[in-house]
């Protein structure tokens, strides 16, 4: 999923140089250089992208969605009707023609967004990227899947609802859902009265099938449904998209529970510089690539550390809540004609809602063959030190590798940078 990164101005960076102190620096944003040069060839298929609904009150499920769907080089669909991309029929649904010039998209509605195609499996519409998202014919699934959502209105007045899927591999499933209403206890939401929430559950049971972006369940009863259904963070199945809402896989959902993973062993664990809880572990083996330069993010692992007595001086600047380390084992594959430079490869994380950018800490993992050449590939880790208030208030975040140079100093992603999701948990 390559992005594109402006100049940085004035953003907060924690970095520790060489483990001799803990600095707070000022990096700049890293977004805009110009994309490759604008094709020809019209987009086709699934595209989407999302944001975080904070609170509630844009009314999503949990994450707000915007789809492009295109059907052919002159007909795009951004709504869908109720069962989904493969119910769509042109004919009796809202369907639009639009047009492609330059590098602006315009459609019959009247509405217009600039536009790049940054990749054969990603477009940047009005600035967003937008992914494509590939069908999931004869996908079984194996676990409990949740959904809870909540959103409000000026009244004050909550409205609840949760779904729970449990999908086995046989083709079976089991379904149950939740939906509340929760007031202030007045009829006018003035904070009068208490609160209270009144619902009702239901449960059936029955058969799958996954068809191209279409989840068909068919209950004893014979009621069916058809619900639109990709993959968020394909291939993974951790997360699914049904419906309008977003499913993640529970927590021990697993047939056999899992020995929870040892932490990552970067210095902190090898040189017994601190201790680690160890919070979350994801492996989402997930590649982003521009040109000939691939990287590929094989897992990683969130911890709350306990610094050992000698070496607290080392890690003075954070606040009394702690550190939270990320730390991220990647593999980089160099099919270019060229030797690039591995320590020269820059890695920071944002921090959402926020200015604040944190680097890469050097002198926390073990050195790696620094030159690779034409053909060649290599793995190494990274960590990253964030203030524990910091990984608290936030949910996700965005990890970013750039630049990366050539033995004559030239940056061969040509100033863009490759990015990857980082999640607290799923």
Partial sequence: MLAVRKKKVSLWVISVMMLSAILLLFVPSVEGAQG?????????????????DVGGARGCSSLCWEYFYFI????????????????????????????????????SN??????????????????????????????????KYESFSYSSNVLGTGYASSITYVFNKDGTFVDS???????????????????????????????????????????????????????????????LRIGGRDFLLADGSSTKPQPPEPP????????????????????????????????TLQGYQWAKLTIEPAYVKSFQGFSDKGIVALTAKYRIDNTSAQTVKVSSLQVTLDLPDSKATVKA?????????????????????????????????????????????????????????LNFNIWKKL
């Fill in 72 to 107: 052919n080089d002159k007909q795009v669909a951004t709504t869908f009707p109720d069962g989904g991309i493969d119910a769509l029929n042109c004919s009796k649904d809202t369907c639009l023609k639009y047009q492609i010039k330059g590098n602006k998209l315009t459609l």
């Fill in 36 to 52: 490759t040069a604008a094709t020809k060839i019209s987009p086709k298929g699934f595209y989407a992208k999302w944001e975080m």
């Fill in 361 to 417: 800490a050097n002198g926390l993992t073990p050195s790696v063959k620094d030159e690779l050449k034409a053909g060649e590939s290599v793995e190494s880790m990274l960590v990253i030190l964030v203030p524990a208030e910091h990984f608290d208030k936030n949910k996700d975040f965005t990890l970013w590798f750039g630049p990366l140079l050539n033995l004559k100093g030239q940056d061969v992603l040509q100033e863009e940078w």
């Fill in 177 to 239: 859902s939740f939906v509340g209403v929760t007031t202030d206890g007045s009829s006018t939401g003035d904070n009068s009265g208490a609160t209270t929430s009144v619902g009702s559950e239901s449960k059936a049971s029955g058969t799958y099938q996954i068809v191209n972006y279409t989840l068909s369940l068919t209950y004893k009863d014979g009621k069916t449904k058809k619900l639109l259904f990709f993959l968020p963070e394909q291939p993974s199945p951790k997360m």
């Fill in 264 to 295: 990552y062993a970067d210095f902190l664990i090898t040189k017994k510089m601190a201790k680690k809880q160890v919070l979350f572990s994801f492996k989402p083996n997930k590649s982003d690539q521009y040109d000939n330069i691939k990287i």
């Fill in 110 to 143: 009247g509405k217009s967004y600039t536009f790049k195609i940054k990749s054969a499996n990603e477009l940047e519409i009005n600035g967003g990227k937008f992914i494509k998202y590939t069908p999931s014919t004869g996908l079984k699934l194996q676990g």
